[in-house]
């Protein structure tokens, strides 16, 4: 292997088969972006869409646009989409409301299908490192229950080692995030799923951090439900509504614990009695941000045009170039790559810990090199194939030498706290 310079670098960017994507994001002068993983960048289509949307459909159309510019069939049109990237197969995906809410309510069909299914079992297992959001709504969703329903928190290890030292046979339910929010590591999805069903229980999968990152194959792999968000890898835009999947076979099976009258057979026959939809319409609430949602098909699109292979590809050439680089380069300071080496067990992201995280991290982005921190101590930093190139990979590992070397981090600018890390 060629030793890794920045003239391999630039040479490895010229010869990128995905080099071209990079002209369908607008990101400013001078930045490195490496928070892909958090808030996509934007697409350089969004603002044209957005004025479209408001001046043209709203301001022109008003009223008529839900029928005249297919504004109702928004979520089902993205949820197709989204499907072709996660293996879902036709009429199985939706986009609507957040992550947290759309999990709310896949925990809380699956679990009204297990109490058919399995109905002695109550438990809903969840990892102790999943993203809190995920945990709180299931803990909330236990706690409106009742009846003995409850949360059991286990370590990633337990999962992938196949619960040796869980009590697994009162499981009803199974919620786990693909890959790892703060480690990026990444869960096999075909083997975790069959181990969730070889206990009994049903798997939910949270997508968060995979869906527009790597290939993901649903169906394939005989998942139950899954959720995610479009504003991460998916570059939909902040707060861009989720989207939520149920395995064609449960479909029929799905009750709405939100039943609002998007998720009606009928909506407009207004009628008092709730009748479900028979499709993946079901898994709606109520109206949608139609501005919102309008603008995260920008992102998708060009989705549309990706082989997600290639993407996956890249992805792992981009981590591997920076775990290198930080062991090649940052080896005299305390560091520690907290993802995973193998291959099949990384997400699209490297977490590197380092007793000063928060201010490390703080120097790097008033240089314009934006990761992120989490507790405790973790530097994220996330490699979005479609707009990172490797010899941004170079200059970020370099900015972080000179960081750590000159001890540039420690200034009372980079010990100082927003409200969102
Ligand atoms: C980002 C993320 C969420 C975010 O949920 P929202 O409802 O959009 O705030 C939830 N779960 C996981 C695993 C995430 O990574």
């Not at 490297?350 to 990761?371: D, K, N």
């Amino acid at each position: 292997m060629a030793t890794l310079d920045r003239a391999e670098c630039e040479r490895r960017d010229r010869n990128d088969p995905l080099r071209e994507l990079r002209h369908e994001f607008l990101l400013p002068d001078g930045v490195i972006y490496l928070d892909g993983n958090s808030l996509g960048a934007r697409p350089r289509g969004a603002a044209e869409r957005a004025r479209e949307v408001i001046e043209d459909e709203w301001g022109t159309g008003l009223i008529r646009s839900w029928n005249t510019a297919g504004w109702f069939e928004l979520p089902v049109r993205l949820g197709e989409k989204i499907s072709g990237l996660i293996g879902g197969g036709a009429g199985t995906t939706v986009v609507t409301d957040s992550t947290s809410i759309n999990l709310f309510k896949a925990a809380s069909a699956a679990l009204r299908i297990q109490a058919v299914d399995a109905p002695d079992r109550r438990v809903i297992l969840t990892q102790r490192e999943n993203f809190p959001s995920d945990i709180y709504m299931l803990q909330g969703l236990a706690e409106q229950l009742g009846a003995g329903y409850e949360v059991r928190l286990v370590d990633d290890a337990e999962v992938t080692a196949g619960y040796p030292n869980t009590r697994i046979d009162d499981v009803a339910l199974v919620v786990l995030t693909h890959v790892n929010y703060r480690t990026g590591r990444l869960f096999d999805l075909e083997s975790t799923t069959a181990a969730v069903h070889a206990a009994g229980a049903r798997v939910i999968w949270d997508l968060c951090h995979s869906a527009g990152a790597l290939e993901i194959d649903l169906a394939g792999a005989g998942a139950d439900m899954a959720v995610g968000c479009t504003y991460k890898f998916l570059n939909g835009g902040p707060g861009s509504p989720a989207f939520i999947w149920v395995a064609e076979a449960l479909q029929d099976r799905f009750t709405q614990p939100l039943s609002g009258w998007w998720s009606h057979e009928n909506p407009f026959e207004m009628s008092p009695e709730y009748t479900p939809a028979a499709g993946s319409r079901r898994y709606l609430t109520g109206t949608q941000g139609i501005v919102s949602m309008s603008v995260a098909e920008v992102g998708l699109d060009i989705f549309g045009r990706v082989d997600m292979a290639a993407v996956r590809a890249k992805s792992l050439q981009l981590s591997d170039a920076f775990i290198e680089l930080v062991e090649a380069r940052l080896s005299d300071h305390p560091i520690e790559i907290v993802t995973p080496r193998e291959h099949e067990h990384r997400g699209s992201q490297v977490s590197i810990a380092h007793p000063e995280g928060f201010a490390v991290m703080s120097a790097l982005i008033e240089r314009g090199i934006i990761g992120d921190y989490r507790e405790p101590s973790v530097l994220r930093f996330g490699l979005t194939p479609l707009y990172l190139g490797f010899a941004e990979v170079w200059d970020t590992v370099e900015a972080l030498r000179d960081i750590l070397d000159n001890h540039l981090w420690d200034a009372p600018q980079h010990k100082v706290r927003g409200a969102v890390t």
